[in-house]
T-cell receptor, first 111, second 115 residues
Framework: LAKTTQPISMDSYEGQEVNITCSHN???????ITWYQQFPSQGPRFIIQ???TKVTNEVASLFIPADRKSSTLSLPRVSLSDTAVYYC????????????FGSGTRLLVRP | EAQVTQNPRYLITVTGKKLTVTCSQN?????MSWYRQDPGLGLRQIYY???????DKGDVPEGYKVSRKEKRNFPLILESPSPNQTSLYFC??????????????FGPGTRLTVL
């Protein structure tokens, strides 16, 4: 049973803003939402983490509605180097320390 | 430099020949975890450990063993590898005490082929 749902793939062009949404209907009260980026044959890399409302860092923004059943990763002005797979991560229901990755969204940025 | 290291990076072996993939981190992290990644299936957690001598199963633990005798090391053991364990394996670690355990640091990966 999948704990998170993301679009399989997305296409964009350089300079555009990209929003990737993740659904996590059964998120636990104390779970954080975390997003990772992965390039081919490399380990995932942490991008951003949040609990509610909005979080922003130098790379991305994360929007979380009040019910926390979904979250949206926003990448401003993407470049070709942002082509990667993006994973949404939340803690498992049984234990917050059993982490489950979503299926990932393959983002392709075109020139 | 803060990092997670894995060895070997590449391994080709035969069915039934026991092997160990080592993982080591230098960040004094309490939490360590193993994942496997297969095409179309994303990352699946095999085992995790919250501290020395504390381990628990992830989503796909069958056919694997782990141990956590030291805080920095978390080896993955395949007692009798089978071809369906051919995969790309990642080790990761994170801090529990800082409250940011979801912020995991990943190793470079070990590509295992079982013939």
């Amino acid at each position: 049973l999948a704990k998170t749902t993301q679009p399989i793939s997305m296409d964009s062009y350089e300079g555009q803003e990209v929003n990737i949404t993740c659904s996590h209907n059964n998120i636990a009260t104390n779970d954080y939402i975390t997003w990772y980026q992965q390039f081919p044959s490399q380990g995932p890399r942490f991008i951003i983490q949040g609990y509610k409302t909005k979080v922003t860092n130098e790379v991305a923004s994360l929007f979380i509605p009040a019910d926390r059943k979904s979250s949206t990763l926003s990448l401003p002005r993407v470049s070709l180097s942002d082509t990667a797979v993006y994973y949404c991560l939340v803690g498992d229901l049984d234990s917050s320390y059993k982490l489950i990755f979503g299926s990932g969204t393959r983002l392709l940025v075109r020139p | 430099e803060a990092q997670v290291t894995q060895n070997p990076r590449y391994l080709i072996t035969v069915t039934g020949k026991k092997l160990t993939v080592t993982c080591s981190q230098n960040m004094n992290h309490e939490y360590m975890s193993w994942y496997r990644q297969d095409p179309g299936l994303g990352l699946r957690q095999i085992y995790y450990s919250m501290n020395v001598e504390v381990t628990d199963k992830g989503d796909v633990p069958e056919g694997y063993k782990v141990s956590r005798k030291e805080k920095r090391n978390f080896p993955l053991i395949l007692e009798s590898p089978s071809p369906n364990q051919t995969s790309l394996y990642f080790c990761a670690s994170s801090s529990l005490t800082s409250g940011r355990f979801n912020e995991q640091f990943f190793g470079p990966g070990t590509r295992l082929t079982v013939l």
